[in-house]
């Protein structure tokens, strides 16, 4: 992106779901993601059972619906791939947690033939995530009216003080139920799970 006109039209385009502006994204930052994943998973045996596509999906998924709903505010390339990088950081951190958590035993993954094997399908790649209307569709409904009004001054550019004064309460009160609201039915959707 040449200018801050540029990127403010990208990051427009991409919280109305304009595919040519998510698979852009994607394009400029998925090496530097799944980059990231490999050097995060310090412990060897994790490769065996962590596939770095996941990993890299389950954040796109994340980043998209919230950018969607105005929850980040970005003003420059460099803001975005900081959070993207931040956000693949705490999902590997939160896969391999899950993945001790859940005690699996790795040996037994070795051994399995390769018939055994889950193999990732053909319709599971970054661009597919992002074609997602329905996704964005049905994180709203999930959003109380309130929570979906708040969503929707946000993704329409709406400062954070011009919120509060529209709905009442602080710039601060009205970021923070939008982050809760979002993190409730990310949760709910099972969204921030790295597996899905």
């Known amino acids: 992106m ?17 595919e040519d502006a998510a698979s852009e994204l994607i394009r ?3 090496p530097v993601i799944r980059r990231e994943i490999r050097m995060r998973l310090h412990d060897p045996s994790l490769y065996r059972v962590m596939d770095s ?9 994340s980043f998209f619906v919230r950018v969607a709903c105005g929850q980040f505010d970005l003003n ?7 959070l993207l990088v ?7 951190a939160f896969a391999a947690r899950k993945h001790r958590a859940q005690k699996r035993d790795i ?3 070795e051994a399995q033939g390769v018939e055994e094997l889950e193999l990732a399908g053909v319709d599971a790649s970054p661009s597919r995530i992002v074609a997602g209307k329905e996704l964005l569709s049905l994180v709203r409904e999930h959003l109380s009216d309130d929570e ?22 602080t710039p601060d009160g009205r970021r923070v139920q939008l982050s809760r609201a979002l993190d409730r039915v990310v949760r709910q959707l099972n969204l921030e ?3 899905g």
């Open 2 to 18: 040449s200018s801050d006109v540029d990127f403010a039209d990208f990051l427009r385009r991409i919280r109305t779901g304009d």
């Open 28 to 30: 400029c930052h998925e």
């Open 53 to 61: 596509m996941d990993i890299c999906q389950s954040v796109m998924k």
């Open 76 to 82: 420059e390339p460099p803001q975005q791939l900081k």
């Open 86 to 92: 931040g956000m693949t950081r705490n999902k590997v």
């Open 107 to 109: 040996r037994r993954r």
């Open 148 to 169: 979906r009004r708040l969503a929707d001054l946000r993704a329409g550019g709406s400062e954070w003080s011009a919120i509060a004064a529209e709905l009442g309460g």
């Open 193 to 195: 799970d790295s597996d």
